[in-house]
């Protein structure tokens, strides 16, 4: 058994079943690891030489190669306890393994040959590094305790599998079917999702997370994307899972075209491809209640005709039970329709029965009614008119 404490002069064939040290520093020479040979350190590695890889390199330290790291066919594990510094030097690994628990800090580029390995631990993407798996390369594992904290990318067409999260919570996400000229796609996912825009068309948009497809170069023509959906998510009670759609902040909705599992612990997959650049999950439904609205101010002498009458705007409201009412400052009725036809469409002009112009001043009124899904609404505001 051969061991390695702390320099290496000059090249070193491994051969051995296994060799260990405390640390690693290569000083411009050729260090090849033979198959079925194991090269453990145990601390901190620098290579400022050549390091072949056939078997397999571990280092439970910090990993700066600053000249050349040769992949071959051979494992690269990073299975510190502790915090671990990564700087590959923009080259690539044929076989990544992350394990030991500790963060994997990577600050330059490493390109994934053939497998990355989640088993215990987390990779932290900082400095714009990119973590690449090629075309042929595939993901293995991911769980709340490995996975990876920032973007990861995929090179080429087919199923692309991201296994990504945040805050100690595994959210991975799917590309499924990605088609275009050798596209390189990536996507990371980041807690909270603040103030999500919610479209009339939906009816809750979760503010727990969200997801960031980023286009790195290729041609990307889209895919289905899937994404994990948890009890967190925050879309409110009584939640139908036909109803739980994936959507997009330049899209209303992307739909649901399959939705596996339960609303604690599943995925939904979309309809409509994924071309846009963040996601989130959502709740499909029209939001009457958000759709009926009251301007709060109007001027008979404005310039926009719309601007001269208060309306009633809203959709699927029946004129059945419909009763809109004005009232001055004296709790006079100045304005009443029971047809929402004529509230959305004629309103009130500010004149009186006989056809008078009434102050400016502050007026209240009363509205109340049904959508067409049945629900009843009530509401009462005031109306300012501008003279």
Known sequence: MGRIFLLVFTGLLICASAAYGQALINDNALITITPSTRMSIIGGALNNGNILNEGVLSITGDWMNVDTYTPGTGLFILN?????????????????????????VFSSNIEIQNSLQLIDGIIEVSNRAVVLVQSNGTVIGGSDLSYVEGPIFHQGTGNKHFPVGSNGNFRPAELINVTGTNPVVGIAM?????????????????????????????????????????????????VDIQDVVVTSADSL???????TGSLSDGEVVSSMPAIGEFYAIALEGF????????????SPAASDPEDQVVKV??????????????????????YETTSFVEA???????????????????????????????RT???NGTIQVIR
Do not use: C, M
């Not at 009186?352 to 009614?369: N, Q, R």
């Open 253 to 259: 909705s992307l739909g649901q075209s399959q939705f």
């Open 377 to 379: 609404f009530k509401r």
């Open 287 to 298: 939001a009457e209640e958000r759709a009926l609205y009251v301007p709060n101010a109007f």
């Open 190 to 238: 980041y807690e909270p999702n603040s103030n999500p825009i919610v479209p009339l068309q939906l009816l809750a948009v979760s503010d727990t997370r969200y997801w960031q497809l980023i286009r790195q170069s290729g041609s990307y023509n889209g895919s289905q994307i899937r994404l994990k959906v948890t009890n967190d998510e925050r879309l409110g009670s009584d």
């Open 80 to 104: 510190g306890a502790d915090r671990q510094n990564i700087a590959h030097n923009d080259q690539e690994v044929y076989q990544l393994q992350i394990t030991g628990g500790g963060e994997k």
């Open 313 to 334: 705007y809203g959709q699927r409201v029946l004129d059945e039970g419909f009763i809109f009412r004005i009232y001055n400052r004296w709790g006079q009725v100045v």
């Open 344 to 374: 959305n469409t004629v309103g009130w002009y500010g004149n009186t029965s006989s056809g008078e112009g009434e102050s400016g001043g502050v007026y209240h009124y009363t509205l109340s009614g049904a959508f067409s899904s049945g």
